[in-house]
């Protein structure tokens, strides 16, 4: 059969955007389809100027597709309908296949809203291969497990699949016809921050799983933790350092240190890859706070490693408790002084409103922040994502009326919904105008010292670093808006990250005007940027 493989837009836009976290799952799928002898085309909407209807047809005019294929995390309904729709107009005989979170999070409430031919729920190779050939050879669906599709006018969902034990017994990703060299060509110096001015990122999953049960994450993958062999996993990099030219590689795993002796083994193999290359290899990874030493960090660093996220979340037991986080305050202190000691950057997070969450306990996480952090973690507020114990709490609750329409309507955007037991819509209001002031206040923002255009958006910047004090020169850098930007960068001398902001903006921190400021001090403000006064 003639397939068709898209990768969605994950914004609401019609332009082209290079910035974004390439897929793996499509990429997995591509490699078992493959396998079994269809013929696979690939359209990334990521890649493309115009509107996804548009993009979906031009590609369906020039083949007749059997079938098309594609997923997206939860908060890509409208993009998936609009992909959904120009199918059902424009092919009608095309077989619509849904993968993703946002098919498996809420399998019938999506399907029925959605209404494509079939989805995947949970991993998808296995499922993908048994239902093409249903499909191909008009079998009983019925017999695919992990599948919804259909039958007289109701929705069937088969039984679970179960989870792929062996994962080294699946294909390396298929990244042919999703345009990957044009992606990495397309790389810009924010893609990690400015840690490499011309990075060529390769994102890989050495595992699967997470048996953790956090409150506000969602496992649509299941949450036993399966490994690849590092055998595996330094045969796929290899293939594509040597294919692409990496330089920079991304491990997707949400747990990397659970096994120690294999990530020691991992930094060991890793280090010897880049003797081989002659050239070093930059990589990040997620660890948890449980498992940080002085041993590991400098073993981590020595290999390259040069940033590490952490799952940090609150600084109160009472909260961490709630979220079902088996860590301790101690634990994320002694994470982020040893990580910073050893020079790795760090990307963390505190995100408020729990269930468990009160003013006191929001107090707590904020005052240890405002004496230690210097803006090295991020503060943010609780998603409800659908599949989380926290999403369902809320529809329990009532906080969502709607699963549907908050899906579709809502869950685009930040919602900063009173999601705690003990604390009243005011309260949770207050919070969060005082989480935007601390954002204000003590996040580091420095003013560039030099900035000059070198490209069509691209553009060299200078700046002080506001910790070490050394002075950096970034190049390659993304600028949409000459005058009003913000940008996100680490030190190349130290671990610290801090803002690089436009004269304009840090006019705007530093006086903390609001939108009305402007539209009344429009040409006041226009004049003294024209005057480079401002």
């Known amino acids: ?86 199918v059902k107009n424009n092919s009608p005989n095309t077989k619509i296949i849904l993968g993703g979170a946002l098919m498996t999070s809420e399998p019938e409430l999506m399907f029925d809203a959605l209404k494509p031919d079939f989805s995947i729920v949970g991993e998808g190779e296995r499922t993908i291969v048994e239902l093409l050939d249903c499909i191909e050879k008009n079998k009983d669906f019925s017999k695919v497990n992990g599948i919804c599709y259909r039958k007289n006018g109701k929705i069937v969902l088969t ?38 001015d011309f990075s060529r990122p390769y994102s890989i999953l050495c595992s699967r799983g997470c048996p953790y049960q956090c409150t506000f994450c969602y496992h649509p993958i299941g949450f036993k933790y399966r490994t690849r062999s590092l055998d595996s996993i330094f045969n796929e990099l290899k293939t594509a350092i040597k294919k692409y030219n990496i330089n920079n590689i991304i491990i997707y795993d949400d747990l990397f240190s659970i096994d120690k002796k294999r990530l020691f083994e991992f930094c060991k193999r890793i280090k010897e890859l880049s003797s081989e290359i002659h050239r070093e290899l930059t990589w990040s990874c997620q660890i948890t706070v449980k498992d940080v030493s002085d041993e590991l960090l400098k073993t981590l660093k020595d ?39 050893a020079g790795i950057s760090i990307q963390a997070n505190f995100i408020f409103g729990d269930t468990a969450e009160t003013k006191e306990t929001a107090k707590e996480t904020l005052d240890w922040w405002k004496k230690n952090a210097k803006g090295q973690i991020q503060l943010g507020f609780i998603q409800p994502y659908p599949g989380s114990a926290i999403f369902e709490n809320c529809v329990k609750k009532g906080v969502i009326k709607d699963k549907l329409d908050f899906i579709k309507n809502q869950l685009n955007y930040v919602n900063w919904l009173n999601m705690a037991d003990n604390m009243t819509d005011e309260e949770v209001s207050d919070l969060k105008n005082e989480i935007f002031e601390m954002k204000r206040k003590y996040y580091p923002y420095v003013k560039p010292i030099k900035i000059k255009q070198t490209g069509k958006k691209i553009y060299e910047i200078k700046v002080r670093c506001p910790f070490c004090k050394n002075i950096i020169d970034y190049k390659n850098w993304l600028i949409e808006i000459p005058w009003h930007y913000t940008i996100f960068a680490v030190c190349r001398c130290c671990p610290y990250r801090f803002y690089i902001v436009s004269p304009f903006k840090m006019f705007q921190i530093n006086h903390h005007t609001e939108l009305e400021f402007f539209r009344k001090n429009y040409v006041l403000i226009r004049d003294l940027i024209l005057k480079k006064r401002l």
């Open 303 to 341: 290999s390259g490693c040069n940033v590490i996220s952490y799952g940090f979340e609150s600084f109160s037991q009472k909260v961490l408790d709630s979220m079902k986080k088996p860590i301790t305050p101690n634990m994320i202190e002694n994470a982020f002084y040893k990580t910073l000691k």
């Open 1 to 86: 059969m003639k397939i068709l493989l898209v990768i969605p837009r994950y914004a609401l836009t019609n332009k082209s955007n290079y910035d974004y976290t390439f897929t793996l799952g499509l990429a997995y799928i591509s490699s078992v389809i493959k396998q079994t002898g269809h013929e696979v085309d690939c359209l990334n909407l990521m890649h493309r100027d115009g509107k996804t209807e548009d993009l979906v047809k031009e590609a369906l005019d020039k083949k007749e597709y059997n079938v098309l294929c594609t997923g997206h995390m939860g908060i890509g309904y409208a993009i998936i309908e609009k992909i959904i729709n120009a």
């Open 159 to 196: 039984k679970p699949r179960k989870l792929i034990e062996d994962i080294d017994s699946l294909p390396l990703p298929d990244f042919e016809g999703f345009e990957f060299e044009k992606y990495l060509d397309n790389q810009t110096g924010g893609v990690n921050f400015g840690m490499l």
